[in-house]
């Protein structure tokens, strides 16, 4: 079964709100990662975040991560038309397998 | 050039044909990886390779076989197609550095139609 369960499974803001994803995952992990897809193109890594840290930045992207409840949550701040597309974490386990399990992914659309 | 190349891009077949799906990278990574995308279901690992001796199966790797030809190549077989086998299909790569976070670097996906 799959790692990750995204929540929303679909979020539709005006362009500048801030948007939130979250993600919960069932066991331990090296590291979680989101990605983005535009509709039907290839995944793009975003943000990695390691299970020894509890918050990340870059640009406009604020991930957080909650290791005692399986949980992290990304948050796009003023959020653009073209950042409408679907978003994805993934985790990679601490067994060091090499594999990295997505989830469910959430689908934003963000009006002008 | 893009640095993971799929094809073919889109493929119709009928059931019970034996597709292969292709997949060459530029990056130098040793991992490379084959996920299948549903609508409503993410992206599910199929088979995934560490290097050229090094096979794995995923989470749905039944009717699906895979083939490392090189450091830089990594095919996905299918036997014998079948209708729920229709889907868009992933390449990925991942490098052990950056103290193992092995980030992916997608292909832009092969869209697989099985009538």
């Known amino acids: 079964s799959q790692q990750g369960e995204e929540d929303p499974q679909a979020l539709s803001i005006q362009e500048g709100e801030n948007a939130t994803m979250n993600c919960s995952y069932k066991t331990s992990i090296n590291n979680l990662q989101w990605y983005r897809q535009n509709s039907g193109r290839g995944l793009v890594h975003l943000i990695l975040i390691r299970s020894n840290e509890r918050e990340k930045h870059s640009g406009r992207l604020r991930v957080t991560l909650d290791t005692s409840k399986k949980s992290s949550s990304l948050l796009i701040t003023a959020s653009r038309a073209a950042d409408t597309a679907s978003y994805f974490c993934a985790t990679r386990g601490s067994s060091n397998t090499g594999k990295l399990i997505f989830g469910q992914g959430t689908t934003l659309q963000v009006k002008p | ?115």
């Open chain 2, 1 to 115: 050039d893009a640095d993971v190349t799929q094809t073919p891009r889109n493929r119709i077949t009928k059931t019970g044909k034996r597709i292969m799906l292709e997949c060459s990278q530029t990056k130098g990574h040793d991992r490379m990886y084959w996920y299948r995308q549903d609508p409503g279901l993410g992206l599910r690992l199929i088979y995934y390779s560490f290097d050229v001796k090094d096979i794995n199966k995923g989470e749905i790797s039944d009717g699906y076989s895979v083939s490392r030809q090189a450091q830089a190549k990594f095919s996905l077989s299918l036997e014998s197609a079948i209708p729920n086998q229709t889907a868009l299909y992933f390449c990925a790569t991942g490098g052990a550095g950056d103290s193992g976070a092995n980030v992916l670097t997608f292909g832009a996906g092969s869209r697989l139609t099985v009538l």
